[in-house]
């Protein structure tokens, strides 16, 4: 269970977006032109496959800026077999949600051949990233570091140079047959694929070159796909300073936990001599959270990874390299993972704890399957489904009813809040498996956290006081709709990227705009599974069916197949079954 506050908007569902003015002066302009191409690579050594690279290399640039800084971004796709579309990840967008980069709820996606100009004032200073917003593509390679650099920064006199280190999890199969059968009847309990390796900037015996006595910002930022990992630098103490672009009062940790997409800022001291070189570790979290089930069709497992490919290493290592010449040591066994409690971060800015709340939306995350057979993510018994229309386009065009959220469609699970509201939200994690959350477009206060097994959220029973200045982390809204178009014109190269895939980009979800409550042809999930279906019966049922077939085909293959006489001559059994 977690619970968040924030002034807020209008929620749709798992995605969202932020619509509100702020005016902000620009310094320059930033101009990146991007075009992406299937490129090969090999991070681990190991297996070469096809990637998806920025300008004919891969790993894909660091993205950098200043605060204020107008960022310009030109994406090309050139992939050949596969559309695209750009997220800044961690960038709020306030009055550019058009640039946000979601398909489906801010844009369509960008065809092979056709391009995307993304044009945005980056006013938050921090670490961010930035990847595909298209299914799961960017696991493919398409994500990188996005940097904004802050003049300004409570900590600029405090370090002698920024270093970018990203963490990830890697697979050696391409993320398009992955996802068909991660989410075909055949895998009913939902089992992910397992990564193949983790990375360490893209690749593996990585090493970073420090001077003794100098002092680094490490821009640390789990652009993996599924597992989170534990981060720890040998014979070294990190001095956290930000948290997904907040800054935080300093705090020592020796070891901190990233999710996929978090990031983190950490200062760390060089020794004050290159006697040694030191090993610093990434390591997937392989664990699930041990508290069980609501549901009655998921079984209990203390795996986060399902299965566990034999030689599977968890384990990514780099170094601190103050002497080439000098030995590159294997990192040392550790007893146990302790990282640091990013919950007890105080912000720099002292924000206090938001008391009153307008309006409180409780959201139960569960796993479970449908009348297909195919394991789904749900909040509160709805799985989203991506709408026809973009999202933000029904918003801008269908005038007053935008404020009615029966026009978006059930599976964008829509919510309408007024601008200005303090909305708080109640996550209830009822999957046994641990998960993240991320919304575009705020900052949040994370205003409680439960222990494990304690069940659903209970606001009568908090036996840990609410922090008086909460840690905040990224999240979206969508505000106020009748203000949507008064600051919001969507360029016209974004809507013939629509019109050219035969993408509606007005009225209701289904781009009906003469009754908008009609929602006929809508992108609806499956019904539910018949009464008494268990993912174990779905998996009996499913090979008992596949059995059956084998049968047939074996049959079939044996009638098709000569038959030797005693004379050596030969005649197909179709023609003496006929």
């Known amino acids: 269970m977690l619970s968040c506050r924030h002034p807020g908007g209008l929620c749709a569902g798992v995605a ?41 290399q891969w790993p894909i640039p660091t993205m950098e800026c200043n605060v204020g800084d107008a960022l310009i971004v030109n994406v090309h796709n050139q992939l050949g077999n596969q559309t695209t579309a750009m997220h800044f990840h961690g960038m709020f967008q306030n009055g550019t949600s058009h640039m946000d980069g979601a398909v489906g709820v801010t844009q369509c996606p960008i065809p092979p051949g056709s391009s995307m100009k993304y044009n945005f004032t980056a006013n938050q200073p921090g670490t961010y990233w930035y990847h595909s917003h298209v299914r799961g593509q960017y696991p493919d390679g398409l994500r990188g570091a996005l940097i904004v650099h802050d003049p300004d920064s409570p900590y600029k006199d405090d370090y002698d140079e920024e270093l970018v280190l990203t963490v990830s999890d890697w697979y050696n199969e391409q993320m398009t047959p992955l996802i068909e059968a991660f989410l075909h009847v055949t895998n009913p309990t939902g089992a992910e694929p397992v990564p193949d390796a983790a990375l360490l900037n893209d690749t593996q015996n990585l090493k970073v070159a420090v001077e003794p006595g100098k002092t680094y910002l490490f821009r640390i930022i789990n652009v993996g796909a599924l597992a989170s990992q534990y981060v720890w630098f040998e014979g070294h103490t990190m001095k956290v300073v930000e948290v997904d672009g907040v800054y935080t009062d300093a705090a020592d940790a020796d070891m901190i936990y990233l999710t996929p997409a978090q990031r983190y800022g950490v200062l760390v001291t060089a020794k004050d001599n290159a006697a040694a070189n030191f090993a610093f570790v990434g390591s997937m979290d392989q664990v699930r959270m041990p508290c069980p089930s609501r549901s009655p069709h998921l079984t209990l497992s ?84 991506r709408p026809k229309v973009p999202t933000l386009y029904s918003a801008l065009t269908t005038g007053s009813s935008a404020a009615d959220p029966a026009i978006y469609g059930v599976n964008t699970h829509p919510y309408i809040l007024k601008k200005g509201d303090v909305v708080e939200i109640i996550l209830n994690n009822d999957d046994p498996g641990k998960h993240p959350f991320h919304l575009h477009g705020h900052n949040f206060q994370t205003v409680v956290r439960s222990e494990e097994e304690v069940g659903a959220y209970d606001a009568t029973n908090i036996t840990v006081p609410m922090p008086r200045t909460p840690m905040r982390l990224a999240m979206t809204f969508i505000e106020a709709p009748e203000d949507i178009p008064r600051t919001h014109n969507i360029p016209e190269d974004h809507l013939q990227l629509c019109e050219g895939q035969g993408i509606a980009t007005a009225g209701n979800a289904v781009g009906n705009q003469d009754d908008l409550f009609d929602l006929t042809g809508a992108n609806v999930s499956p019904p539910p599974l018949p009464e008494g279906f268990t993912p174990r019966g779905i998996v009996a049922l499913t090979f008992s069916i596949i059995s059956a077939l084998i049968g047939v085909a074996v049959i079939s293959w044996y009638g098709m197949a000569e038959i030797k006489t005693a004379g050596g001559g030969a005649t197909l059994a179709s023609k003496a079954a006929n």
């Open 16 to 56: 969202a977006l932020l619509l509100s003015s702020t005016a902000v002066v620009q310094a320059k302009t930033v101009v990146y032109d991007f075009n992406v191409t299937w490129v090969t690579a090999d991070p681990t050594g190991r297996f070469e496959r096809p990637v998806i690279g920025i300008n004919g």
């Open 302 to 385: 203390q795996d986060m990874f399902d299965q566990v490919p034999p030689g599977l290493d968890p384990n990514v290592t780099g170094w601190l390299a103050y002497d080439e010449q000098k030995e590159f040591p294997a990192a040392a066994l550790i007893d146990e993972f302790a990282p640091f409690d990013d919950f007890t971060l105080v912000p720099v800015d002292k924000e206090e704890i938001l008391e009153h709340v307008d309006f409180s939306l409780t959201l139960d995350m569960k796993m479970d399957n449908l009348g297909d057979g195919i394991n789904y993510a749900f909040f509160n018994d709805i799985t989203y489904l």
